[in-house]
């Protein structure tokens, strides 16, 4: 949603706001049809999710039908801010406000996707300064008194992790802290992908892959959903830049729409049952992803039977007739389009009807009656905080992924000197790093609708004195060296130095702790631009996606001058000059030297800091409030790296970025004076793109792309695997491809497998042409010290994520092409990291 003064200003200029508490009815004196004990006892005990769905449905149709004009209206919106009704401590702005006659409640939801984040209830005293100044509302949406809860690691990490039961865990997390809220919807998980590094909501996604993206939202929605609640899958569709999204005309061809960007929408309908979609600002293919019947009722409904309700994104629908006509369901955060005075008007008209009114209540009231919504008192309990933050300490340490190590890690219990050094201008090593963060201000009070507002953070330094001190080595010294971005100042532990002092320090160290990375936010993406209307660019797209780039504030366009300009922290130059150094603690710079990553969806690098002189890098995302903890638990290890790349980490200046236009990004104005984006890179994105060549460099050479520093699918660990012969082999309807695994080093630890398939040439002939692989599926194995394991991973034909089929835009379906299909298994998405399973033949 937008979260800037100005938009919030802008969208509701003509709206006045009722800030008084609403009076809750009496409950009726009997209960109502759809609230009796022998409907709700029937619901309960239906045999399956179709039953009670069933159930759900007979009980929605009853409640509309005793339901006035007047009060459908009302319910087809969110509320205006106001106290809620149930809840009179909270200034509420995320809510449709509850009839107690008719048994309905207040109606809550919570954005996401990491963890409980802007979430309905802020400080009831602010009520009072909206009723003097109704247009300026913003504070009801982002105050940072927003209810607290856990601030989870990075939806961008749970991919990283490669197991579907850490995106379980992350789900339950917020679930359970949902129900403590009495909290009913959770706009999550987001499913949109990483088409561009520096999209500003990279780490709110699930990285570049489709199928990874959509194994994972499965399984966080299930989770979410497994507790009662409704999980909403978003941002629909293909909503890959913050960059004017309200307006932007996006152009994206049917296949690579099917194929790419709607694919985890599908995977989590089919397979995680989600119960709401939201569709998002921009236009997809000339219509309003809010009113396309393309979209929301021909894919989303007819073609994978779609049960549930479409929501907007906060103040993303452009009409009240077509939005209504084309499948839409609810609108937020109040009404605007759909205000009673509108929806009158177009009934008055003939425009829409009574009928249509009702359909869009009945899809919602069906899922919040399913979900046992309605049979619950809004009530709230407290959260247990502890349990959270441990279960953030241990999902972070999944996500944690091992790009690099020349001996470095993990580090010595017994070293006596720390260093931990980072820019004075930066978060990363100074504070626990989120989405949006800024050097000096608390965690959530970044400006995005993912903000968290935690009872507490772990800095890195904390985390790291404290994990010595654990490991009986309290008496090492550990010191935070903050450089500026001219590299010619610093302090040490808050006393001024020069350089030449931190580079002193650094070569005399046991241990040389460098941190650095990219932060982002709703609002806007990593680019900058020549003004704040984000039309065209002033420097290349791919500086945003590099360790030295950086704005102040990451919800707001970058640009050349101006309030929010563009600076160069020269990160870059410090970490090669410290490297350079000569090392006098008796290993070299290389062996004692670690680049810990915070980064909204991986950088690019310069060829410097990779290779066998270089420090081991540790890749951590974005980790929360626990980040400290996480860093250190990893760095000592406490816990052996197991993550995995969702993403391609390319070299500086071979990246995809470096080859975009401007109509790729940040569009183009056309005749009719609006942006325009073309994905016309079709199904080349992410590996796909550096395999492909698409840019015309990055042909392969010995099994290695000279583009990529760090394939998709790469990560190191503490100990060393070996893997057997892979098999490939018929399995019903389908195949299976399965390896033996041993774990041949002195340490625990965990290996993923992963399968990839090459496509039928014929497939090519289909419609765009298709890359070398595609991924299909993975497994993970914790194997202990000489310890094996197979993985086993099917290959079904038929499943949600269609891995052996192309979309046909002639034929408006998914074909399977006839030819050979290779089947790949190996560690890594690159050539060198893969053996052949075996061929399939059609």
């Not at 995005?448 to 404290?466: A, F, N, Q």
């Not at 800091?609 to 638990?633: H, R, S, Y």
Request: glycine share 10%; proline share 6%; aromatic share 6%.
């Amino acid at each position: 949603m937008p979260r800037s003064v100005g938009a919030l200003r802008l969208a509701v200029s003509a709206i006045a706001l009722a800030c008084a508490p609403h009076t809750v009815l009496a409950q009726a004196a009997a209960p109502n049809p759809w609230m009796s004990p022998e409907i709700i006892a029937e619901q309960s005990k239906a045999a399956d999710d179709a039953a009670r769905e069933a159930v759900a449905n007979r009980r929605a149709k009853l409640l509309i039908a005793a339901m006035t004009l007047p009060q459908k209206f009302q319910q087809l919106t969110g509320a205006r801010p106001e106290i809620l009704p149930e809840l009179p401590h909270c200034l509420g702005a995320r809510h449709v406000t509850g009839i107690a006659s008719l048994n309905i409640p207040t109606f809550r939801i919570t954005n996401g996707p990491v963890g409980v984040g802007q979430n309905d209830c802020v400080d009831a005293s602010i009520a009072t300064k909206l009723a003097a100044n109704p247009a300026a509302m913003a504070p009801a949406y982002t105050d940072p008194s927003s209810a607290k809860a856990t601030a989870l690691p990075s939806a961008i990490g749970v991919a990283a992790s490669f197991d579907p039961a850490v995106a379980a865990r992350f789900g339950d997390v917020i679930a359970t802290e949902m129900n403590n809220l009495a909290l009913h919807v959770f706009e999550a998980p987001g499913v949109n992908l990483a088409r561009l590094p520096i999209l500003g909501r990279n780490f709110e996604y699930f990285g570049e892959d489709p199928y990874l993206s959509g194994v994972m939202a499965t399984a966080e929605t299930q989770a979410v959903q497994s507790k009662g609640l409704i999980a909403m899958l978003k941002h629909y569709v293909a909503n890959e830049q913050e960059t004017n999204r309200m307006t932007i005309q996006e152009t994206v061809g049917r296949q690579a729409l099917r194929e790419l960007y709607l694919l985890p929408f599908e995977m989590a309908i089919k397979d995680g049952k989600a119960a709401s979609v939201m569709c998002a600002y921009n236009y997809v293919n000339g219509q309003s992803s809010c009113e396309s019947k393309e979209l929301l009722t021909d894919v989303l409904r007819k073609d994978w039977g779609f049960t549930g309700y479409v929501q907007s994104d906060f103040f993303a629908m452009k009409s009240t007739v077509a939005t209504m006509t084309n499948g839409m369901d609810h609108e937020m955060p109040m009404p605007v389009q759909w205000s009673p005075a509108k929806l009158q008007a177009a009934l008055d008209k003939g425009e829409l009807t009574v009928a249509q009114i009702d359909q869009a209540l009945e899809r919602r009231y069906t899922q919040t009656f399913k979900a046992g919504i309605f049979d619950r008192k809004l009530v709230q309990t407290p959260i247990d905080f502890a349990a959270g933050g441990k279960a953030a300490r241990e999902i972070g340490t999944r996500s944690a992924v091992l790009l690099q190590n020349n001996g470095a890690l993990p580090l010595r219990h017994d070293l006596k000197k720390l260093v931990l050094i980072g820019k004075a201008s930066r978060v990363y090593a100074q504070q626990a790093v989120a989405g949006g963060a800024v050097v000096g201000e608390p965690m959530g009070a970044g400006g995005g609708s993912s903000d968290v507002v935690p009872t507490y953070t772990v800095t890195p330094v904390e985390g790291l004195r404290k994990a010595l001190a654990e490991l009986g080595n309290g008496a090492a010294q550990v010191e935070l060296i903050l450089v500026d971005d001219d590299n010619r100042n610093a302090t040490i532990d808050g006393k001024a130095a020069a350089f030449a002092d931190v580079l002193a320090r650094a070569g005399s160290a046991d241990a040389v702790v460098m941190m650095a990375g990219t932060v982002s936010e709703e609002g806007a993406d990593r680019a900058t631009f020549t003004d704040a209307n984000g039309k065209q660019l002033a420097e290349p797209a791919s500086r945003g996606s590099g360790l030295d780039w950086y704005a102040h504030r990451g919800n707001i366009i970058a640009t050349a001058k101006g309030p929010n300009p563009a600076k160069d922290s020269r990160t870059v130059a410090m970490i090669d000059a410290i490297m350079a150094v000569r090392s006098t603690s008796g290993r070299s710079m290389a062996a004692k030297s670690v680049l810990v990553l915070k980064d909204n969806a991986g950088v690019a690098l310069p060829r410097s800091l990779v290779g066998t002189k270089a420090p081991a890098i540790l890749e951590t995302w974005f980790p929360g409030q626990e980040d400290g903890n996480i860093v250190a638990d990893v760095l000592f290890g406490r816990v052996n790296p197991s993550g995995k790349l969702p993403v391609t980490v390319p070299f500086e200046g071979r990246g995809f970025l470096d080859s975009v236009s401007a109509a790729q990004f940040p569009g183009v104005i056309g005749p009719d004076k609006k942006q325009a984006v073309t994905y016309s890179e079709d199904l080349a994105i992410g590996y796909r793109w550096y395999d492909s060549n698409a840019g015309g460099g990055c042909a392969e050479r010995a099994g290695r792309n000279p583009c990529v520093a760090f394939p998709f699918g790469h990560g190191l660990s503490y100990t060393r695997f070996a893997m057997g012969k892979p098999q490939l082999a018929a399995a019903g309807k389908g195949w299976q491809a399965s390896v033996k695994v041993k774990n041949t080093g002195k340490r625990a630890g965990a290996e993923v497998v992963q399968v990839y398939v090459t496509l039928p040439a014929s497939a090519n002939a289909l419609g765009a042409k298709q890359p070398p692989r595609r991924l299909v599926g993975f497994q993970r194995l914790m194997l202990e010290p000489g310890a094996s394991g197979e993985a086993v991973i099917a290959i079904d034909p038929d499943a949600s994520n269609h891995p052996l089929s192309v979309w046909s835009e002639k034929e408006n379906k998914w074909v399977m092409p006839n030819g050979t299909y290779t089947v790949w298994l190996g560690r890594s998405s690159s050539p060198r990291d893969l053996v052949r399973a075996g061929v399939i033949r059609r």
